[in-house]
């Protein structure tokens, strides 16, 4: 086999295996993502019930909500 031949091959073959490390990449930055997101919920939930017990005299300001969410 030729050099170009081979070369073409092993490119090709290289191309295949970055595909598939970059599909499991974004499937774990995915799974990272959503346990982000479930963490923030649960910590705005608690910190929600907490604001709710306390006497509104000692509430504290709510926070303003970044642009775009």
Known sequence: MRNTESYLIDTADQCVRLARAGREMAAQLEAMS?????KAVELDTTRQRDDAK???????????KAAGN
Do not use: G, I
């Open 54 to 64: 306390q006497p509104d005299e000692v509430r504290k300001p709510a926070r303003k």
């Open 34 to 38: 959503n346990s982000l997101m479930a």
